[in-house]
T-cell receptor, first 112, second 116 residues
Framework: KQEVTQIPAALSVPEGENLVLNCSFTDSAIYNLQWFRQDPGKGLTSLLLIQSSQREQTSGRLNASLDKSSGRSTLYIAASQPGDSATYLCAVRGNYGQNFVFGPGTRLSVLP | GAVVSQHPSRVICKSGTSVKIECRSLDFQATTMFWYRQFPKKSLMLMATSNEGSKATYEQGVEKDKFLINHASLTLSTLTVTSAHPEDSSFYIC????????????FGSGTQLSVL
């Protein structure tokens, strides 16, 4: 059974810092991995999707990497802004089935 | 980007009543929709996978007679919480995957259900 963990559970940084969020999964037989952002009381917004054959994806100040063999993905946020404050979740889709398994999320606070 | 609309955003009901939550894909056809439940400061728990025109597939431990899912068209899935009780109070979120082979999941804005 796939299990997804995220470290740290919470993170508070001053504005302008570069930061890294970590995601680990136990079963490396994944189809793809997706990073999401969730604001309090809201749904999820897709940030980046990495296919199992890819090593990284970039969108603006965000860069997500994938090391399937070690069961890890990182989300790098450059030059953080207060508007980046949210919970970031990673989700893994296995090779079989359609479902994503979500991590517990990292709650990020960027202080002005 | 693809838009998924979920209504209502918030509902308060009395214990014993039923509540229907709608999830619509506005600009794409979704052959598959997913329903999740989220407790405060916790991650999403998949409740069921809904496929258009067929019965939903429920995750272990989810009562299918309590959480009725209907996916009658390629753009609409509904979740009905029947005979709601206070322990059903939670944040419910739907997601949809485009039927054109897209891999991304697109999420609704969620429904906060409070059962008195």
């Amino acid at each position: 059974k796939q299990e997804v963990t995220q470290i740290p559970a919470a993170l508070s940084v001053p504005e302008g810092e570069n930061l890294v969020l970590n995601c680990s999964f136990t079963d490396s037989a994944i189809y793809n991995l997706q990073w999401f952002r969730q604001d309090p009381g809201k749904g999820l917004t897709s940030l980046l999707l990495i296919q199992s054959s890819q090593r990284e994806q970039t969108s603006g100040r965000l860069n997500a990497s994938l090391d399937k063999s070690s069961g890890r993905s990182t989300l790098y946020i450059a030059a953080s802004q207060p508007g980046d404050s949210a919970t970031y979740l990673c989700a893994v889709r296995g090779n079989y089935g359609q479902n994503f398994v979500f991590g517990p999320g990292t709650r990020l606070s960027v202080l002005p | 980007g693809a838009v998924v609309s979920q209504h209502p955003s918030r509902v308060i009901c009395k214990s014993g009543t039923s509540v229907k939550i709608e999830c619509r894909s506005l600009d794409f056809q979704a052959t598959t929709m997913f329903w999740y439940r989220q407790f405060p400061k916790k991650s999403l728990m998949l409740m069921a996978t809904s496929n258009e025109g067929s019965k939903a597939t429920y995750e272990q431990g989810v009562e299918k007679d309590k959480f009725l899912i209907n996916h009658a068209s390629l753009t609409l899935s509904t979740l009905t919480v029947t005979s709601a009780h206070p322990e059903d109070s939670s944040f419910y979120i739907c997601s949809a995957r485009p039927g054109t082979g897209g891999e991304k999941l697109f999420f609704g804005s969620g429904t906060q259900l409070s059962v008195l």
